[in-house]
C-alpha cells in the first residue's frame, strides 16, 4: 500500500477482554514500531521489529501486552485482559531497511476505548 | 535516558506571521531528527528529518535547523496559514529508537 494501515481505526471494549490492533508496514519496509499516545502525554515507545532479529519488547507496559509480526510484514499488537488506563491511541510506525538515517512514516492509529 | 522537550506547549499566532518552535534534547549523541505533524485525531506526518551532519533542511514553507552539540532544533514556518493548525513533534534518533517530545500545539487564527 501508499502508507502505513492501521485497523480498526477505533475499538471500544469492555473491561477485561482482550483486543488486537492490526499493522500494515509500507511495502519493504523491515523495521515495525508500535507506539502508544495517551491524552495529554507524548508518545510512549512499545515495541521494535527489525527483520528476522528478535524484537526490542522493553517499552511494553506489562505482559499483558504482546505483538507479533508474521513474515516481516503485517503486525498484531494484543492486548489481554484490558484495564480502562489502556485506553490511548495505538500508533504503529515503519522504516526502510536497518538504516537509522531514514524517515519513519506513521499509520493513522487505533484509537481504543476500555469502558 | 534521552529527554526530549518542546516549547512552548502551545501557541496561537495571527495569520501570516512567521514562527518558531523549539525542541531541545538532552544527549547530543543523535544519528538523525526528525519533525512531524500530528492533526487532531490522526497519525504523524512526516515533515522534515536533519542528519546529524546536517545543520538544516527546508521543505516549501518550512525550514529546520539542528545544533546538535547544544541540544537544539528549530521548526520555522514562514507566513503561516490556518491550515498550518496542529501539533508539531519533535522526535530524535540515536539508532532505532525513536524518542519524542509532548509537542507544541499551534493555532494559526485568520
Known amino acids: 500500500g501508499a502508507g502505513v494501515s492501521q485497523s480498526p481505526s477505533n475499538k471500544v471494549t469492555e473491561k477485561g477482554k482482550d483486543v488486537e490492533l492490526r499493522c500494515d508496514p509500507i511495502?519493504?519496509?523491515?523495521?515495525l514500531y508500535w507506539y502508544r499516545q495517551s491524552l495529554g502525554q507524548g508518545l510512549e515507545f512499545l515495541i521494535y521489529?527489525?527483520?528476522?532479529?528478535?524484537?526490542?519488547k522493553s517499552g511494553l507496559p506489562s505482559d499483558r501486552f504482546s505483538a507479533e509480526r508474521t513474515g516481516g510484514s503485517v503486525s498484531t499488537l494484543t492486548i489481554q485482559r484490558t484495564q480502562q488506563e489502556d485506553s490511548a491511541v495505538y500508533l504503529c510506525?515503519?522504516?526502510?531497511?536497518?538504516?537509522?538515517?531514514?524517515?519513519?512514516?506513521f499509520g493513522q492509529g487505533t484509537r481504543l476505548t476500555v469502558v | 535516558k534521552q529527554e526530549v522537550t518542546q516549547i512552548p506547549a502551545a501557541l496561537s499566532v495571527p495569520e501570516g506571521e512567521n514562527l518558531v518552535l523549539n525542541c531541545s534534547f538532552t544527549?547530543?549523541?543523535?544519528?538523525?531528527l526528525q519533525w512531524f505533524r500530528q492533526d487532531p485525531g490522526k497519525g504523524l506526518t512526516s515533515l522534515l528529518l536533519?542528519?546529524?551532519?546536517?545543520r538544516e533542511q527546508t521543505s516549501g514553507r518550512l525550514n529546520a535547523s539542528l545544533d546538535k552539540s547544544s541540544g537544539r532544533s528549530t521548526l520555522y514556518i514562514a507566513a503561516s496559514q490556518p491550515g498550518d493548525s496542529a501539533t508539531y513533534l519533535c522526535?530524535?534518533?540515536?539508532?532505532?529508537?525513536?524518542?519524542f517530545g509532548k509537542g507544541t500545539s499551534l493555532l494559526v487564527t485568520p
Open positions: 510506525a515503519s522504516r526502510p531497511g536497518t538504516g537509522v538515517n531514514t524517515e519513519a512514516f
Open positions: 511495502s519493504g519496509h523491515t523495521a
Open positions: 521489529f527489525q527483520g528476522n532479529s528478535a524484537p526490542d
Open positions: 544527549d547530543s549523541a543523535i544519528y538523525n
Open positions: 536533519i542528519q546529524s551532519s546536517q
Open positions: 522526535a530524535v534518533s540515536a539508532g532505532y529508537a525513536l524518542n
